[in-house]
C-alpha cells in the first residue's frame, strides 16, 4: 500500500507542478519539506510545524488519532495552493503534508512550507494555507484522554484565526 502520495496540479490550475501534497501514515520531516520548498527565486521559505499537544482545554491528551479522505484531501490541498497564487503571485512552492493515524505527543501531524521571494507574503501564505486547510480539508481528529476516553472533533470546531494554536 503506497501511504503517502504526490499529486502535482496542472498549470491551467495556476498551481505548480513543483508543489508537494500528501496524506501519509509515515512521520512528516521539517527537513525534507523544507527541502521540497526550496527553489533559488525565493526570499524565504515560511514552514508550520503543527504538533500533538498535551492538552486540550486543560484536559490532558495522551495521543491523537487522525483520519482522513485523501483523494478530496489532496485536491483540497491543490485549490489552496490555487487560491494562494491567485492572492500572492509571487509564490514559487507551495507545500502541505498531513500525517493519518494515531500519533503519540510532540509528534508532527502537519507541515506547510511557502517558498516566496518576500518573506511578508510567505507568511501570509502559510498562514493562509493551514488555516484553509483545517476548515476544509477532510481530515478528521479524535482526541485519546488521559483517563481512557476519547472523542472524535467535529469537522464545524475549528479553531479560531485569534486563538493560538
Not at 93 to 100: A, D, E, F, Q, Y
Not at 136 to 153: F, L, N, R
Request: glycine fraction near 6%.
Amino acid at each position: 500500500m503506497n501511504s503517502s502520495f504526490t499529486v502535482p496540479s496542472t498549470a491551467s490550475s495556476m498551481a505548480s507542478n513543483q508543489d508537494s501534497f500528501a496524506i501519509t501514515l509515515a512521520p512528516l520531516s521539517i527537513g525534507e519539506i523544507y527541502t521540497l520548498a526550496e527553489s533559488p527565486a525565493n526570499g524565504a521559505i515560511v514552514v508550520m510545524s503543527g504538533m500533538v499537544r498535551n492538552q486540550t482545554d486543560g484536559k490532558p491528551v495522551v495521543s491523537l488519532e487522525y483520519q482522513a479522505y485523501k483523494p478530496m484531501a489532496i485536491k483540497v490541498f491543490e485549490q489552496i495552493a490555487v487560491e494562494i497564487r491567485h492572492q500572492w503571485p509571487d509564490v514559487n512552492k507551495v507545500i502541505i503534508h498531513h500525517r493519518v493515524g494515531r500519533l503519540q505527543i510532540s509528534e508532527i501531524s502537519v507541515l506547510v512550507a511557502i517558498g516566496c521571494p518576500h518573506r511578508s507574503e510567505a507568511f501570509e501564505a502559510c498562514r493562509y494555507a493551514i488555516d484553509t486547510l483545517k476548515h476544509t480539508a477532510p481530515i478528521w481528529k479524535k482526541e485519546h484522554w488521559a483517563d481512557g476516553s476519547s472523542s472524535w472533533v467535529s469537522i464545524g470546531a475549528c479553531e479560531m484565526n485569534s486563538q493560538p494554536g
